[in-house]
């Protein structure tokens, strides 16, 4: 049984009809200690605000952002955001240039969908780091929307077509609100989203969400009616929820997509699921889970997470060559994010950390300077020609640009910042969840209102040990929640050195409810091991996972210098300021063979294959070939025949029985996240 199968299965059973699956529950000394399917919701937080009736209960609650402080390589990554393309995009991306802008200025001609795409990680960035001049950048911007409020309720840049006004950039821009709403509790923000939802309500279901893009993106206007619903319990929104849903385009149907672009389909799977929080209708939370599924049966059988669909998924198209926009992939880990807190499934965090360490660090350079469009789990080539018809869309999508394209060099700013917000979350019982793992620092505050700081040590998911440490002024009890993943065996959790009775199981998780004292240490171990996975569809090839990572061939790669104003898409365009020397442009050529097919065991398929440790890396970031800290020995055998094609990308995988080299050589596979060319797929050969 897959991983989305059995998800799928739990969903339509015990979780749909309860809420909550309990797999055991002992008490062992002082300790309360339970392996659990969710935390209770029959209890409301007290602490943080979740869901107001009828709306049903969130199984995870996020803490307002800035609680989390990231560290280690999760903070070297926001800080190289910071420093390279996220934190100067104001300076270079002709669609942010103040001036006649359509978010400052009144009939403003540019900005109207990239301001609130960069704007919506940039001021979480910037809150996270708690960086002066960020905030005060983000507040420009911010002001501007305050400013722009019309008498009706309405705000923001005005886009009318056929007498229907455009409110898929509104959508946007209100995320961005929400969170500047958390971090300053300015009250304007309540009374423009009160005033501009009070104006949606009178617009005839004619004209509401009818363009493309916010017709297919509803879902991300209805959760943040929800949130406002959930602090002012304004009746009328949930008539303007129900509306919503009404207008939106219809993401619940068995085996069709109401379209096949990739971001709306990472991004729109969860209208159902969100819907649901009203309806309690559990066919619109299977809704989602199914949507999941199907485009990864038909797209999707490749590793890293993702599917098949660079631009829009096509018939035939499935092979690990094909890619994903960069959009693609911080858009599936935000929608993971909220399908954890709506559900609190395991199976999100899993999908989410696939994505997230090994789809999306390579579709960056390592100094977050470029970005590419699109990145495939089998890519050998990152040139700037045009791969069209290969992959659908005609332009030098595959290099490294620091102007392409105007959806990806904007709204990749959330992936990282929101991942972080999403760490460690409150659950109803007024306890905490890792349901994310990463080093960090948590400020919360648990049981009946005391504020503590819950610290995480780790290099996961380079390493397998995991530490958290409670500082508390006084003594507090409350629940803590560890996810135990279900790629682990023989999980291990202490408390102040002393080994847990109770058993950890893959899958769930373990619960532990006491009196916490300051000082008090929890570990936990999550071995990892070297697995495989087979897609059938995809010619018999084969994955190698250690733990959470998927391990690619390292490729010798040799990146060479280009002029980004003569390798970007034919929409990019960059301020008259901007020094394009300063942001160049990369292509990425490989120098060593990758036309490899691995050499599995006859009775172990992994037998021989050797996981070799090496030191962290001195500046704290994993993500390259060089300071990757891990790697695993094998062998290859080479296919001649497997080339690279007409199109300029790596072939389509060769037919099982293809000529093989009689030779075999030794080959290093490395976490795939860390290799920009990559081969994650392999063609496979018996001794």
Not at 67 to 94: F, M, N, V
Not at 138 to 158: A, I, N
Not at 273 to 285: E, F, P, Q, R
Not at 333 to 343: F, G, N, Q, Y
Request: net charge negative; aromatic share 12%; proline share 6%.
């Amino acid at each position: 049984m897959t991983l989305f199968t059995k998800s799928l299965s739990v969903c339509a059973g015990a979780l749909l009809a309860t809420g909550i699956l309990f797999t055991g529950f002992r008490s062992a000394d002082e300790e309360h200690i339970a392996v659990v399917g969710r935390p209770s919701t029959k209890v409301a937080n007290v602490n943080y605000t979740a869901s107001r009736a009828p709306l049903k209960p969130l199984q995870f609650i996020k803490l307002p952002v800035g609680s989390i402080q990231p560290e280690g390589w999760l903070r070297k990554y926001l800080e190289l955001q910071r420093d390279g393309l996220t934190g100067h995009l104001g300076e270079i991306s002709a669609w942010l240039e103040k001036n006649d802008n359509a978010w400052l200025t009144a009939g403003g001609q540019h900005g109207w969908e990239e301001v609130p795409y960069w704007l919506k990680g940039y001021g979480n960035l910037a809150y996270i780091l708690n960086d002066p001049k960020m905030i005060a950048e983000t507040k420009v911007w911010l002001e501007g929307v305050f400013k722009s409020v019309q008498p009706d309720g309405y705000f923001g840049p005005v886009n009318e077509r056929d007498g229907r006004r455009e409110l898929w950039a509104n959508m946007i821009m209100l995320w961005c609100m929400q969170s500047y709403y958390e971090y300053s509790g300015d009250q304007r923000v309540i009374d423009l989203m009160t005033n501009y939802f009070k104006w949606q309500l009178t617009v005839d279901d004619s004209k509401f969400l009818r363009d493309y893009w916010e017709n297919s993106r509803g879902g991300d206007n209805l959760w943040s009616v929800y949130w406002l619903y959930n602090i002012t319990g304004d009746s009328f929104l949930l008539e303007l929820a129900e509306k919503i849903h009404r207008c939106t385009a219809d993401w619940t149907m068995d085996s069709r997509l109401p379209n096949w672009h990739n971001v709306n389909v990472a991004q729109c799977f969860r209208e159902p699921a969100t819907y649901y929080m009203l309806s309690g209708d559990s066919a619109h939370l299977a809704a989602s889970y199914n949507v999941h599924a199907l485009i990864r049966r038909c797209f999707g059988q490749v590793p890293g997470g993702m599917f098949g669909a660079d631009e829009n998924a096509r018939m035939g198209c499935i092979d690990p060559r094909q890619g994903t926009e960069t959009c693609g992939f911080v858009e599936e880990m935000a929608s993971d994010e909220l399908m954890m807190r709506i559900t609190g499934d395991p199976m999100w965090a899993e999908q989410c950390e696939d994505v997230a360490f090994n789809s999306y660090p390579a579709a960056v350079m390592p100094d977050f300077r470029a970005l590419r469009y699109i990145t495939s789990p089998n890519q050998v080539l990152s040139d700037a020609q045009n791969h069209n018809p290969g992959i659908d869309n005609g332009g030098p999508f595959l290099a490294m640009n620091p102007f392409s394209s105007r959806c990806c060099q904007h709204n990749h700013a959330q992936g990282w910042p929101y991942y972080t917000e999403h760490l460690v979350m409150a659950t109803p019982d007024n306890g905490l969840v890792a349901a994310l793992y990463g080093a960090c620092q948590v400020k919360a505050k648990v049981g009946n209102g005391k504020e503590i700081v819950l610290k995480e040590t780790t290099h996961y998911p380079f390493e397998e040990t995991i530490a958290f440490t409670v500082d508390t002024k006084e003594n507090v009890n409350f629940p803590f929640y560890l996810r135990i993943p279900s790629w682990t065996r023989k999980a291990q959790v202490k408390v102040n050195g002393k080994r847990m009775k109770v058993s950890p199981v893959a899958g769930e998780y373990f619960r532990i409810e006491r009196t916490w004292k300051n000082g008090d240490r929890v570990e936990l171990v999550l071995p990892m091991h070297l697995t495989m996975r087979t897609w059938q569809v995809n010619k018999n090839s084969v994955s190698v996972n250690y733990g959470p990572l998927t391990l690619s061939l390292k490729i010798g790669e040799e990146f060479i210098r280009r002029d980004s104003r003569e390798t970007a898409i034919g929409d990019s365009k960059w301020q008259k300021g901007a020094d394009a020397e300063n942001w160049p442009s990369y292509e990425i050529h490989p120098t060593t063979a990758w036309n490899y097919a691995l050499v599995l065991g006859e009775k172990d398929p992994l037998e021989g294959f050797e996981v070799v440790k090496k030191s962290w890396p001195s500046d704290n970031f994993p993500f390259t070939p060089g300071n990757v800290p891990l790697e695993v020995k094998a062998q290859g055998r080479r296919i001649p025949s497997w080339k690279i094609d007409k199109y300029g990308l790596c072939a389509v995988l060769p037919e099982t029985d293809a000529p093989k080299s009689p030779q075999i050589e030794n080959i290093t596979l490395i976490p795939m996240g860390a290799a920009r060319l990559r081969i994650s797929a392999f063609p496979a050969v018996s001794e």
